[in-house]
């Protein structure tokens, strides 16, 4: 059974991939195969790894999904900061992407965070 937090940080995460899907349609045609296709990726990666690890039945398993979602989200984080000093995106769209990844980055810190005192690798 899926706890009210995960269905919560799916729901962000949905949310966050469709803001970057309508983003990604200002940026330059020319970065569709470059920085367009490394966002898309990444912003995806962040969903996916998260459902894999949570549909991972051991930990230190579930912690690698969890670690490889976010890693993603920081890497869309500079994205966003690159396309906003290319001027593709607003300095308002861009603090609404940065508000939402920041809050998806600190439940998936918690969620790892709480995982690795669970199994006894706290640093």
Known sequence: MEGKFHYKLKIKIHE?????????KKF???ERFGIISQLTRAV???MLNYVEGYARRRDKVKLNFYEISYGSSQECKYILFF??????????????TIEMI??????????????EKK????K
Do not use: C
């Not at 966050?16 to 990604?24: G, R």
């Not at 920041?102 to 995982?115: A, F, P, Q």
């Not at 199994?119 to 706290?122: D, K, S």
């Open 119 to 122: 199994i006894g690798l706290e």
């Open 44 to 46: 995806i990666s962040i």
């Open 16 to 24: 966050f991939i469709s803001l970057v899907y309508d983003l990604v």
């Open 83 to 96: 396309a906003v000093s290319r001027k593709w995106i607003t300095k308002f769209e861009y603090d609404k």
């Open 102 to 115: 920041e809050e998806i980055s600190r439940m998936l810190w918690s969620t790892i965070d709480n995982l």
């Open 28 to 30: 330059p045609k020319d």
